[in-house]
T-cell receptor, first 109, second 116 residues
Framework: GQSLEQPSEVTAVEGAIVQINCTYQTSGFYGLSWYQQHDGGAPTFLSYNALDGLEETGRFSSFLSRSDSYGYLLLQELQMKDSASYFCAVGLQGGKLIFGQGTELSVKP | GAVVSQHPSWVICKSGTSVKIECRSLDFQATTMFWYRQFPKQSLMLMATSNEGSKATYEQGVEKDKFLINHASLTLSTLTVTSAHPEDSSFYIC????????????FGAGSRLTVL
């Protein structure tokens, strides 16, 4: 089976940097993805790591270490609009994604 | 590019009725679509994998006779919740494989089902 662990909630202030960690156990692994979801909305794709290392996309970066079954999402220069739930997801064969429980990020002024 | 349209965005129905939700890939062909369900403040739970021209593959614990999935074309998959009951009330979200070979999905806007 698959299991993913990420913190349930994180609070930070505007302009700060926050890191959301994700550890996983899975049989079969094709990559780690990160999605953002605002209340009542659909998940939107943020980043995808198939190989070890850091992927940078604007203010967001994602890291993967396959040997440690660990990844993180780094959000820089936090803005109020970044308040949302963030999900890590393990990619399996055939494009299937299994999601973690999500981390609720609250950005304070 | 890579837009997925889902309809209806919300629906209220009486207990015992069936509800159909449509998921369309607007600007690309999707041989594979996925259906997820999400309860409030919870994760997205994969229900089934929908493959064009073949039977859907259901995750463990998901009743295939209750959640009928049809993927009749490369741009359309439908989920029918049959004989809906209040416990089926949830947010149903479809997604399509955006980049073949990479686990990157594009999600529809979701359909919020309320069963009275």
């Amino acid at each position: 089976g698959q299991s993913l662990e990420q913190p349930s909630e994180v609070t930070a202030v505007e302009g700060a940097i926050v890191q959301i960690n994700c550890t996983y156990q899975t049989s079969g692994f094709y990559g780690l993805s990160w999605y953002q979801q605002h209340d009542g909305g659909a998940p939107t794709f943020l980043s995808y790591n198939a190989l070890d290392g850091l992927e940078e996309t604007g203010r967001f970066s994602s890291f993967l270490s396959r040997s440690d079954s660990y990844g993180y999402l780094l959000l820089q220069e936090l803005q109020m609009k970044d308040s949302a739930s963030y999900f890590c997801a393990v990619g399996l064969q055939g494009g299937k994604l299994i999601f973690g429980q999500g981390t609720e990020l609250s950005v304070k002024p | 590019g890579a837009v997925v349209s889902q309809h209806p965005s919300w629906v209220i129905c009486k207990s015992g009725t069936s509800v159909k939700i449509e998921c369309r890939s607007l600007d690309f062909q999707a041989t594979t679509m996925f259906w997820y369900r999400q309860f409030p403040k919870q994760s997205l739970m994969l229900m089934a994998t929908s493959n064009e021209g073949s039977k859907a593959t259901y995750e463990q614990g998901v009743e295939k006779d209750k959640f009928l999935i049809n993927h009749a074309s490369l741009t359309l998959s439908t989920l029918t919740v049959t004989s809906a009951h209040p416990e089926d009330s949830s947010f149903y979200i479809c997604s399509a494989l955006r980049v073949p070979g990479a686990n990157v999905l594009t999600f529809g806007a979701g359909s919020r089902l309320t069963v009275l």
